[in-house]
């Protein structure tokens, strides 16, 4: 059940945060659907902002619905951009000087350049328009990458506060070239979405920042955990849900099933999800003749995902670099047993034995051990599994209890209400 409860923010006036992210509404994005969704039934109004738009790739009606909810900077156009950019400059010169040196500053020390860095100053330049006009007190941005750099110039800009969730494996990977030291200094808090992506972020900030970092992790709602009584079906289907490159390691689980049918054991494979790497992939199955027995999707719905998650015996996520995928959270809230690899926040969730299996990421040997392990494990003992799986989820991984832990983020975060207005220099 939706709960909605409205915090006490110190003032009579209801506080508005804004969320922006690099592209949103994304099929791959709907934890922070779920996110926004938990955040306004506790009280507090989400203004929706991108900067790229997926509208090609979307299919769930959910995500359809965010995207008509949703400001997409770089779908303005040049001239509302440079216009914003030319009326920031010419109401405040000083703040704009400001916040143009501290661009040149990170395009200097990032990888992606100075003149990338003057782009993503008028963006938050319209950006800055957009909360004032919607009347938003603090942003919050998810992933540490270019659309935390365009929080922070819109904060220097005289905008809202700003925080951000930091997922990996990208943040941590280019972390010096992304100026993630610095966000981390000029954010309100940032957000972990595992102990492990904590750990990572103490690593690039000093002792004293570590108290701004808190765990907050995505979740799965009542779509997911009020599950119906659906057993483990008797079958021999596994499920892959996920985007198809290389970081997934969905080319190495086709290698398994070719190893296991070799073997003569029955085993079907649903891989759901398009991607870079999709006719490679094809390539190998062809090659392998395993056309019969390995079917690809492409991208899917919510509600496609779970029905095929239902369908299957369990989900395989063979990754090398992950933070923690929602998916896993999603098949384990449906009563599904999970295979999947030891790397970032995945152990805190999976365990062997209690609720799935964990194998060295990039070890083929180690995969097919541990899918020749499920496929002969009898459907009573994979529901002991899924059903330990449920509790776990339920208890760590409820998006509107995640949501009230960023809810009351927000409320410390801007105790009153402020609102956000052009400032002209004196």
């Excluded at 922006?20 to 039934?41: C, D, M, T, W």
């Excluded at 303005?76 to 000087?97: C, T």
């Excluded at 689980?253 to 029955?266: F, G, K, M, S, T």
């Excluded at 009351?408 to 400032?423: E, G, I």
Aim: net charge negative; charged share 20%.
């Amino acid at each position: 059940m939706l709960v909605t409860q409205a915090f006490n923010s110190g003032s009579d006036m209801q506080m508005r945060v804004g969320y922006l992210v690099n592209q949103y509404p994304k099929v791959s994005h709907s934890f922070i659907r779920r996110e926004i969704a938990g955040v306004e039934a506790y009280g507090i109004p989400v203004s929706r902002y991108s900067v790229r738009s997926c509208a090609p790739e979307l299919v769930d009606p959910r995500d359809l619905e965010e995207l008509s909810q949703t400001k997409i900077l770089l779908e303005q156009g040049k001239v509302p951009l440079m216009a914003a950019g030319l009326r920031v400059a010419l109401r405040s010169p000083r703040r704009f000087l400001s916040a143009l040196g501290q661009a040149i500053q990170l395009g200097r020390s990032c990888d992606q350049g100075i003149l990338k860095h003057v782009a993503y100053l008028i963006e938050a330049c319209l950006l800055l328009q957009w909360c004032q006009q919607d009347d938003v007190q603090h942003l919050h941005v998810h992933f540490g990458t270019n659309s935390a750099t365009v929080a922070l110039l819109c904060h220097h800009l005289g905008g809202p506060s700003y925080s951000f969730t930091v997922h990996g494996p990208e943040e941590f990977d280019r972390a010096p070239g992304l100026a993630l030291d610095r966000k981390i200094a000029t954010a309100s808090f940032v957000v972990a979405i595992s102990s492990f992506g904590r750990s990572q972020l103490y690593r690039l900030c000093p002792y004293e920042a570590w108290s701004k970092i808190q765990v907050v992790h995505c979740g799965v709602d009542q779509q997911f955990l009020d599950r119906p009584d659906t057993p483990v079906p008797d079958n021999a289907r596994l499920v892959c849900v996920g985007r198809l490159c290389e970081q997934k390691g969905q080319a190495l689980l086709v290698e398994a099933i070719r190893r296991l049918r070799e073997e003569q054991v029955p085993v079907e494979l649903i891989l759901v999800g398009d991607g870079p790497l999709r006719a490679e992939i094809e390539a190998v199955i062809a090659r392998a003749n395993l056309q019969d027995c390995i079917t690809i999707t492409g991208w899917a719905s919510t509600d496609e995902v779970r029905e095929t998650i239902l369908s299957s015996r369990a989900l395989v996520l063979p990754s090398f670099g992950e933070g923690l995928p929602v998916v896993i959270m999603e098949a384990l809230a449906l009563g599904r047993p999970v295979l999947s690899t030891y790397i970032a926040g995945i152990p805190e969730l999976v365990e062997p034995g209690k609720n799935g299996w964990l194998v060295p990421a990039g070890s083929i040997d180690g995969l097919t051990d541990a899918l020749r392990s499920l496929l002969t494990t009898p459907t009573d003992e994979l529901q002991r599994l899924g059903e330990a799986g449920h509790r776990a989820t339920a208890q760590h991984h409820d998006a509107y209890d995640e949501a009230k832990k960023l809810a009351q983020l927000f409320t410390q975060t801007c105790p009153t209400k402020t609102r956000v207005t052009s400032t002209c220099d004196s």
